[in-house]
T-cell receptor, first 114, second 110 residues
Framework: DAGVIQSPRHEVTEMGQEVTLRCKPISGHNSLFWYRQTMMRGLELLIYFNNNVPIDDSGMPEDRFSAKMPNASFSTLKIQPSEPRDSAVYFC????????????FGPGTRLTVL | GQSLEQPSEVTAVEGAIVQINCTYQTSGFYGLSWYQQHDGGAPTFLSYNALDGLEETGRFSSFLSRSDSYGYLLLQELQMKDSASYFCAVRDTGGFKTIFGAGTRLFVKA
């Protein structure tokens, strides 16, 4: 299995620009999670989907952040407009439908906003 | 609110045993997980406890006491490659939403 795939792996952009992060979950996994990791705030859950439906987006920092999952094999996290404080590593993770199953993380996207 | 407490840093010698504790206070609880993360890498799953007791997987064991809202990760026969950050994480009542602790940085010395 290819594992969770994220793109791009690194992104450097300027403040005010739109940023789109992409994720392909493991085939057959019904749940998808977006996390953000920083030194100050640690690993935070931003949003998660079950069967392509957003279930809990309480971790999304503000309206500048949005996430979509148009089908079972693709999700995006968009930041518009981006700000320097959005600089972080963004991880996507997927899990089968059973709550006891393991969450598998992608390699992450390191975002730097100048 | 929801919070997880774990030590920020632990140092141990190669070949030794180390225990990383985690206490949690959450509105709901489905299980306690442990993840390992090397510098520059992604978190990788180590173990999961839904019920009280000890779970063993090779050199790693994890323990849970739900009445005490407490768990620990035990690493035996430490190796240099075990130097990494270790996170405890609580799954909420539904079993999907996961809250992570701040992580414990483990340094293994020769």
């Amino acid at each position: 299995d290819a594992g969770v795939i994220q793109s791009p792996r690194h992104e450097v952009t300027e403040m005010g620009q739109e940023v789109t992060l992409r994720c392909k979950p493991i085939s057959g996994h019904n749940s998808l999670f977006w996390y953000r990791q920083t030194m100050m705030r640690g690993l935070e859950l931003l949003i998660y989907f079950n069967n392509n439906v957003p279930i809990d987006d309480s971790g999304m920092p503000e309206d500048r952040f949005s996430a979509k999952m148009p089908n079972a094999s693709f999700s995006t996290l968009k930041i518009q407009p981006s700000e320097p404080r959005d600089s972080a590593v963004y991880f996507c993770a997927s899990q089968r439908g059973d709550p006891t199953d393991t969450q598998y993380f992608g390699p992450g996207t390191r975002l730097t906003v100048l | 609110g929801q919070s997880l407490e774990q030590p920020s840093e632990v140092t141990a010698v190669e070949g030794a045993i180390v225990q990383i504790n985690c206490t949690y206070q959450t509105s709901g609880f489905y299980g306690l997980s442990w993840y390992q993360q090397h510098d520059g890498g992604a978190p990788t799953f180590l173990s999961y406890n839904a019920l009280d007791g000890l779970e063993e997987t090779g050199r790693f064991s994890s323990f849970l006491s739900r009445s005490d809202s407490y768990g620990y990760l035990l690493l035996q026969e430490l190796q240099m490659k075990d130097s990494a950050s270790y996170f405890c994480a609580v799954r909420d009542t539904g079993g999907f939403k996961t809250i992570f602790g701040a992580g414990t940085r483990l340094f293994v010395k020769a």
